[in-house]
Each structure stands twice: as structure tokens, then as C-alpha cells.
């Protein structure tokens, strides 16, 4: 009987260099406990657990039933790119066209296809760390050098413009900002924006400023570097439907940015997904036009889960944490518990039945921290609370 070669997978050398988002490798093996029969309380994962909007929802299906199946152009429907204009316009207060708008499935085409279209061989992009592990995976993907600005407790996790100055050189091309920010939930205040457009200065430098979570604020205004006079053609403003709409599934972000290069984002989109699916865009106008009520609730919410599951993590043995301005995580200081990060988490989801990310899955500087979404249940927060505080008396 003729047997099959077995020939060697031989990948790409740049294959090596792409990261991943841990959230997903611990929510899997999370559902795998969950199979042998143990209960996890699902802190791990960066998703509102609402139902996306109702008036959404039914926008999505009126355009189903309308014939919204079939091929849009890759820059997104005309109608949903002056809606983002229009939304971003008024809550940036700056001048916004349609043209500078891209639609993309999701928030992290928008990095990619940024980070690819902008970042030569040895290129250098400035990025916050902790932080979004795809920053770090699609520089290093493209051949570029990932230059980490450590973002510290001291200083609410907000970063040092005086560490960015210094770390600006010739070769760099691109800064990444996040605000609010995932994972730790700081927030740049005005002041602190203004002061990293004056650091950049008249250099050709641009800007990617990650505000998926501009609507999760708790406190204060959210200020946009693209308002500071003569930068808003040096940003592109990375926003999106997920977090704000409960619509994570649904696949559906955008960017905004100076025509010239979105025009080149667009070649990317049409070369890769074509385009966002139809139906989902007519909905993501219902989104942004529609009652906003929803988000507010949301926001509101969120903010009751922080201060009950903060004030609870304070109270655990080994546990510290400072009171997140923004999005929907905790990010607690470990390191009085005497374990590193990774090996804490694993044990409070093995032994505790708690799913968290380890602060190493967003950086180096994210050893000695966890991080927990409060995108869960109040009751369920505090049984999260309950059975850390177990676990911290049994095994410190």
C-alpha cells in the first residue's frame, strides 16, 4: 500500500516573529476545565458581557431583509463613513471628511495594516508596555523595532513624556498611544497629551491613538491627540463598535486619518478582506445615530463593578490595586504574594476556578500584575473576589 510523504511544514522566517493575544489561549483553557465539570468565574476575556443594543440589532436584520449581503466597497458603505466623520468631528472637534474614514472588521486591522504600510526594515515604533500584545506582534511581524515605553504604577499608569522624549529618534516613524488603555485602565489627561505633541514637535512622525475605549470613561473628558492644533494630520485615530456597542462579534472598527494614506489602507483592506460585511455596517450607523442610552448604562455599570471589585482586591492578602480611570479592567500589583505573574494566574484558574491574565501577556513591564476584566456579573465578581481571597489563605 502507497504511503503518504510526510514533507516538513516550512514556514516563513517572519512567521517567528508574530505574537499572539493570550486572552484567547486562556479562554480556551478555561472552556476545557469547564468540560471536565469545574466552575470558572470568566475574567479573562476583554468583552462586555451585554447584549449589543436592541435598536442596533434590528438594524442588522431590516438590512438583511433589505438585501444588504453582497460586496460594499473596501473603504467601507459611503453612508457609515460620514456617520464616523460626523461622530468623530463632533467629539474630537476637529474637521473630519469622509475620505479620511476606513471601516475594517474589527479594531486590530487598523494596527496591522498601519504598522505595514508605514514601518520599514528597522523602522522604530514607540508602544506602550504593558499593553496590547498586537502593538508589539505586528512591529516585530513587519521587521520593525518595537521600542517599549514603560507605563508605571507611580504614575497611575499614564507614561512619562520626558522617558517618550528620550527615546525619540531618527529612526522613528510611528508612536502608539492608548488611552483608555488596556490593560491597566489609565487614562492620559489633556495636559499629558498636549505635552507628547509638543515632544513629537514638527518631526514627520505620526501618530496611531489606539480610543477603542473613549466611551468608557469614568472620570473626567476624553481628549484625543488629534484635537492638539497641527496634529491631526500626523494621527490616525483608532476607534471602533466592540467595547462600545457590545458588539465584539459583530467584526467591525475603523480608522481615521489623513486621505493620503487612508487611500493606502484601503488597498490593504481590498487586498485582504475586500470589505466589512454590508449588514453590519447599515447597523453600525443605527449605532452611532441612534439612542445612546444603552452606552451610558453600560458605562455606569462597569464603573459599579470597578469600585466593588478594587475595594475587594485591596482587601486580599498580597493584593494591591489603584483605582482604574477607564475601559473595564483591574490591574492589581502581586508582587507582596511572593509568585510571578504567570504562574499566579495559572494557579487561581487550575486551583481557584478564577480565569485572569498574567501582566506578562502585555509586556515585560507587566510582570509583578494581573489583570482582571470587570466584564462580568456583580455576583459573580464577588464570588471571583471570594475565592482569590480563599485561595491567597491557603497558599501564602
Same mark, same amino acid.
Given at each position: 500500500?502507497?504511503?503518504?510523504? #510526510?514533507?516538513?511544514?516550512?514556514?516563513?522566517?517572519?512567521?517567528?516573529?508574530?505574537?499572539?493575544?493570550?486572552?484567547?489561549?486562556?479562554?480556551?483553557?478555561?472552556?476545557?476545565?469547564?468540560?471536565?465539570?469545574?466552575?470558572?468565574?470568566?475574567?479573562?476575556?476583554?468583552?462586555?458581557?451585554?447584549?449589543?443594543?436592541?435598536?442596533?440589532?434590528?438594524?442588522?436584520?431590516?438590512?438583511?431583509? #433589505?438585501?444588504?449581503?453582497?460586496?460594499?466597497?473596501?473603504?467601507?458603505?459611503?453612508?457609515?463613513?460620514?456617520?464616523?466623520?460626523?461622530?468623530?468631528?463632533?467629539?474630537?472637534?476637529?474637521?473630519?471628511?469622509?475620505?479620511?474614514?476606513?471601516?475594517?472588521?474589527?479594531?486590530?486591522?487598523?494596527?496591522?495594516?498601519?504598522?505595514?504600510?508605514?514601518?520599514?526594515?528597522?523602522?522604530?515604533?514607540?508602544?506602550?508596555?504593558?499593553?496590547?500584545?498586537?502593538?508589539?506582534?505586528?512591529?516585530?511581524?513587519?521587521?520593525?523595532?518595537?521600542?517599549?515605553?514603560?507605563?508605571?504604577?507611580?504614575?497611575?499608569?499614564?507614561?512619562?513624556?520626558?522617558?517618550?522624549?528620550?527615546?525619540?529618534?531618527?529612526?522613528?516613524?510611528?508612536?502608539?498611544?492608548?488611552?483608555?488603555?488596556?490593560?491597566?485602565?489609565?487614562?492620559?489627561?489633556?495636559?499629558?497629551?498636549?505635552?507628547?505633541?509638543?515632544?513629537?514637535?514638527?518631526?514627520?512622525?505620526?501618530?496611531?491613538?489606539?480610543?477603542?475605549?473613549?466611551?468608557?470613561?469614568?472620570?473626567?473628558?476624553?481628549?484625543?491627540?488629534?484635537?492638539?492644533?497641527?496634529?491631526?494630520?500626523?494621527?490616525?485615530?483608532?476607534?471602533?463598535?466592540?467595547?462600545?456597542?457590545?458588539?465584539?462579534?459583530?467584526?467591525?472598527?475603523?480608522?481615521?486619518?489623513?486621505?493620503?494614506?487612508?487611500?493606502?489602507?484601503?488597498?490593504?483592506?481590498?487586498?485582504?478582506?475586500?470589505?466589512?460585511?454590508?449588514?453590519?455596517?447599515?447597523?453600525?450607523?443605527?449605532?452611532?445615530?441612534?439612542?445612546?442610552?444603552?452606552?451610558?448604562?453600560?458605562? #455606569?455599570?462597569?464603573?459599579?463593578?470597578?469600585?466593588?471589585?478594587?475595594?475587594?482586591?485591596?482587601?486580599?492578602?498580597?493584593?494591591?490595586?489603584?483605582?482604574?480611570?477607564?475601559?473595564?479592567?483591574?490591574?492589581?500589583?502581586?508582587? #507582596?504574594?511572593?509568585?510571578?505573574?504567570?504562574?499566579?494566574?495559572?494557579?487561581?484558574?487550575?486551583?481557584?476556578?478564577?480565569?485572569?491574565?498574567?501582566?506578562?501577556?502585555?509586556?515585560?513591564?507587566?510582570?509583578?500584575?494581573?489583570?482582571?476584566?470587570?466584564?462580568?456579573?456583580?455576583?459573580?465578581?464577588?464570588?471571583?473576589?471570594?475565592?482569590?481571597?480563599?485561595?491567597?489563605?491557603?497558599?501564602?
Amino acid at each position: 500500500m502507497a504511503s503518504t510523504a #510526510q514533507h516538513e511544514l516550512q514556514l516563513a522566517r517572519r512567521m517567528s516573529l508574530l505574537g499572539t493575544e493570550t486572552a484567547f489561549e486562556v479562554l480556551n483553557k478555561a472552556r476545557a476545565l469547564e468540560r471536565q465539570g469545574k466552575s470558572i468565574i470568566h475574567l479573562e476575556i476583554g468583552e462586555p458581557d451585554f447584549d449589543t443594543p436592541a435598536n442596533v440589532v434590528e438594524a442588522a436584520v431590516d438590512a438583511l431583509h #433589505q438585501g444588504w449581503t453582497h460586496y460594499g466597497p473596501s473603504a467601507g458603505l459611503p453612508d457609515l463613513r460620514q456617520a464616523i466623520a460626523d461622530y468623530v468631528g463632533r467629539t474630537r472637534n476637529v474637521k473630519v471628511t469622509a475620505e479620511e474614514v476606513v471601516v475594517v472588521p474589527g479594531g486590530k486591522p487598523i494596527i496591522f495594516f498601519s504598522i505595514l504600510a508605514l514601518i520599514d526594515e528597522g523602522d522604530e515604533v514607540i508602544y506602550p508596555n504593558p499593553g496590547f500584545p498586537i502593538y508589539e506582534s505586528m512591529i516585530q511581524y513587519v521587521g520593525g523595532k518595537a521600542v517599549p515605553i514603560q507605563l508605571r504604577e507611580d504614575r497611575d499608569f499614564s507614561l512619562d513624556v520626558n522617558e517618550l522624549a528620550s527615546l525619540i529618534n531618527d529612526r522613528t516613524r510611528l508612536i502608539i498611544l492608548n488611552s483608555p488603555q488596556n490593560p491597566t485602565g489609565g487614562v492620559m489627561q489633556r495636559k499629558e497629551v498636549e505635552q507628547v505633541a509638543r515632544v513629537i514637535g514638527d518631526r514627520n512622525i505620526l501618530v496611531m491613538s489606539d480610543e477603542i475605549y473613549s466611551r468608557l470613561l469614568f472620570e473626567g473628558d476624553h481628549f484625543s491627540i488629534m484635537s492638539v492644533p497641527g496634529m491631526q494630520e500626523r494621527t490616525i485615530l483608532l476607534d471602533g463598535f466592540s467595547k462600545t456597542y457590545a458588539m465584539t462579534g459583530w467584526r467591525m472598527g475603523y480608522g481615521v486619518m489623513r486621505p493620503d494614506l487612508a487611500a493606502q489602507i484601503t488597498r490593504l483592506m481590498t487586498n485582504s478582506n475586500s470589505c466589512t460585511a454590508s449588514f453590519t455596517q447599515v447597523a453600525g450607523i443605527e449605532a452611532l445615530r441612534g439612542d445612546q442610552s444603552s452606552v451610558d448604562r453600560m458605562c #455606569q455599570e462597569f464603573k459599579r463593578r470597578r469600585d466593588m471589585f478594587v475595594a475587594g482586591l485591596n482587601k486580599i492578602k498580597g493584593f494591591s490595586c489603584r483605582m482604574p480611570k477607564g475601559a473595564f479592567y483591574t490591574f492589581p500589583n502581586t508582587t #507582596q504574594t511572593g509568585w510571578k505573574s504567570k504562574p499566579l494566574a495559572d494557579a487561581l484558574l487550575e486551583q481557584a476556578g478564577v480565569a485572569a491574565l498574567s501582566g506578562t501577556a502585555f509586556g515585560q513591564y507587566g510582570e509583578g500584575y494581573l489583570r482582571f476584566s470587570v466584564a462580568n456579573s456583580f455576583e459573580n465578581l464577588q464570588q471571583a473576589l471570594d475565592r482569590i481571597d480563599q485561595w491567597t489563605r491557603k497558599n501564602l
